[in-house]
């Protein structure tokens, strides 16, 4: 299941070694995300005997704008293809329940090593490298782990030593380059320099031209910001909420932390720089 080219590459989706796990065991609430209500464990109606989605390159037009945010970061072709050996949950009953109950952890481990895997690979922390590569292995350890291992689990005693390495390796690789003088503020408001912090309310915030290097927005709210043309070079983006957030000509290549889930959630166009480890959404203009 690993690669030696990129472990990041094996903690993307890949629908073709799953079984619509995400379309069954998940639950979602009729919203302006999606169409109408579907209970967890019952497949959604889209869904098709070889499990794959009858609406795939209409899901938006469809109503299922939260089906194409969505990122299992490999969990499901992890858990379809490692912890239950390629079976799938149609024939039989125990299975099904277990996998269900499998996904939505194996997702929270794969998003954690996603995070994992960046902060390794960020040059400024090399000093906590050692403390990040063990974390990993643990980690690692569980996802390989049997179908009840992982159930009975605990995963709050792993993601909590690994929370203070990542924001440690957030801050290393921060202040190791120069930090942004903040927003430019063109436009029909400014935002202040000090706004600019952990957790920060930036809902709608004209944030176009910004100078992010450096920034620390570990959690902010930045649904609708226009981010038009800002640099967020080394800027901390764990947890930020980018719905609707307006990312054209900004660059993120080297943003801190930045999850196909987020960049799904946004918009934005030609001119967006991103990581190579990320795609470009189908949506974007």
């Known amino acids: 299941m690993r690669t030696a080219e990129d472990p990041r590459l094996e903690l993307r989706a890949d629908c073709s070694r799953c079984v619509g796990l995400c379309c069954v065991a998940l639950a979602f609430a009729r919203s302006a ?4 209500d579907k209970p967890a464990g019952d497949p959604c109606v889209n ?7 009858t609406i ?3 899901l938006r037009e469809s109503g299922f704008r939260g089906c194409t945010v969505f990122d299992c970061f ?6 379809t293809q490692h912890t239950f050996d390629g079976r799938g949950w149609r024939d039989d009953a125990e299975r099904r329940r277990e996998m269900f109950a499998v996904f939505p952890l194996m997702r929270q481990l794969h998003e954690l090593l996603w995070y994992l895997e960046e902060a390794l690979a960020l040059p400024a922390a ?3 490298h050692p403390a990040l590569r063990r974390a990993r292995a643990d980690v690692r350890t ?19 030593p690994a929370a203070e390495l990542l924001r440690e390796a957030a801050r290393l690789t921060r202040e190791a380059g120069p930090v942004g003088t903040g927003p430019l503020g063109s436009g029909r408001k400014k935002t202040a320099r000090s706004r600019i912090q952990p957790g920060a309310d930036l809902l709608g915030a004209d944030l176009r031209g910004a100078d992010l290097r450096g920034a620390e ?3 902010a709210l930045l649904i609708a910001a226009d981010l038009r043309g800002a ?5 901390e983006l764990i947890g930020a909420d980018l719905r609707d957030a307006r990312l054209d000509g900004a660059d993120l290549r080297r943003a801190i932390y930045l999850t196909q889930v987020q960049v799904n959630a946004a918009t934005g166009d030609g001119g967006t720089l991103l990581p190579p480890t990320l795609d470009r959404p189908g949506h974007w203009t």
């Open 231 to 235: 640099d967020l070079s080394r800027a």
């Open 33 to 36: 995300d999606f169409a109408f």
């Open 56 to 58: 795939h390159p209409r």
């Open 142 to 160: 569980l996802t390989d782990a049997a179908a009840a291992v992982i159930v009975d689990s605990d995963i709050e005693e792993l993601r909590g």
């Open 126 to 128: 090399a000093r906590i």
């Open 217 to 219: 927005l570990r959690g």
């Open 47 to 53: 869904l098709d005997q070889d499990d794959l989605c």
């Open 74 to 79: 490999g969990a499901g072709q992890q858990v």
